[in-house]
C-alpha cells in the first residue's frame, strides 16, 4: 500500500503562480510514476502531468508550457509547478502513484485531493 499527502491548493489570481506537493509513504518499491490529475466539476478526471523514475515526463496538453513537474525520490515527494494559470485551471488536483502488481495488474493509489481556483 501506497499513502499519498497533497499539499499546497489555494485561491490565485489568473496569471498568478502555485505549486502542488504530494509526500508519498509506503511500499514505494512498487511505485514506477508518480503524477497529477484533475477534475472539473461536471468533467471527467484527467492527466495533469506525470514523472516516471527514470525521470521521463509526460504533460496534458492544456498545461504544455505552463506547468512542470518534479520529483524527489529521496523525500519520495513529487512536485507541479503551475504558473501562468488561468480560470479553467479550475479544480481538485489529485496526486497519483502506479506501479505495476502481480500477474500483470496495475495499481493505482490516490491522494485526497487539494483545491485549486483560480480567479479571473
Known amino acids: 500500500q501506497v499513502q499519498l499527502v497533497e499539499s499546497g491548493g489555494g485561491l490565485v489570481q489568473a496569471g498568478g503562480s502555485l505549486t502542488l506537493s504530494c509526500a508519498a509513504s509506503g511500499s514505494m518499491s512498487s511505485i514506477n510514476t508518480m503524477g497529477w490529475y484533475r477534475q472539473a466539476p461536471g468533467n471527467q478526471r484527467a492527466l495533469v502531468a506525470h514523472?516516471?523514475?527514470?525521470?521521463?515526463?509526460r504533460y496534458g496538453d492544456a498545461v504544455k508550457g505552463r506547468f512542470t513537474i518534479t520529483r524527489d525520490n529521496a523525500k519520495n515527494t513529487v512536485y507541479l509547478q503551475m504558473s501562468s494559470l488561468q480560470p479553467e485551471d479550475t479544480a481538485v488536483y489529485y496526486c497519483n502513484a502506479g506501479g505495476p502488481g502481480p500477474r500483470l495488474s496495475w495499481n493505482d493509489y490516490w491522494g485526497q485531493g487539494t483545491q485549486v481556483t483560480v480567479s479571473s
Open positions: 514523472i516516471m523514475n527514470n525521470g521521463n515526463t
